[in-house]
């Protein structure tokens, strides 16, 4: 859902700006951590739900590790979005809240963020989920 702004100007064209932003009722910023995490097995680095009576309004995540990792963001269990970290840029972070984009999740929603990789040894990776709830 794209959020569309209305612009008004004054007699000579400027642009009048409502200076009361919109404020959400809180943040979320949802941390977590997958350690220890086998090659080519897809592990859950974050798994939240949203509480009974809240609405989350998601807007971004950022995830990295000590190896080059797949992460997908699904929101109930749908793909939303991939992204691969790499030596050269090992942590990432996709923000989707420009233009107004957010994606809502209803009460008892979730949204999870997974990585997998394809190295002998063991990794460990993290990420944080971003976004307001009301």
């Known amino acids: 859902m794209v959020k569309r702004e209305t612009f008004?100007?004054?007699s000579t064209g400027r642009l009048l700006v409502d200076a009361k932003p919109t404020v959400k009722?809180?943040?979320?910023?949802?941390y977590g951590t997958a350690t220890g995490i086998p090659g080519n097995i897809e592990m859950d680095v974050?798994?939240?739900?949203v509480p009974v009576g809240k609405t989350l309004y998601f807007r971004a995540y950022t995830s990295g590790g000590n190896a080059d990792g797949l992460f997908k963001?699904?929101?109930n269990?749908?793909?939303?979005?991939?992204?691969?970290?790499?030596a050269a840029?090992?942590?990432v972070v996709v923000a989707i809240w420009e233009d107004g984009l957010?994606?809502?999740?209803?009460?008892?929603g979730t949204v999870?963020?997974?990585?997998?990789h394809n190295e002998i040894n063991l990794m460990n990776f993290e990420g944080t989920i971003l976004g307001f709830l009301e």
């Open 112 to 116: 999870k963020l997974t990585v997998i």
């Open 77 to 86: 269990g749908t793909i939303i979005n991939t992204m691969r970290n790499s």
């Open 25 to 30: 009722s809180s943040l979320l910023n949802q």
């Open 89 to 91: 840029m090992r942590s």
């Open 73 to 75: 963001l699904k929101i």
């Open 8 to 10: 008004n100007f004054d």
């Open 46 to 49: 974050i798994n939240y739900t």
């Open 102 to 108: 957010e994606i809502p999740v209803n009460s008892g």
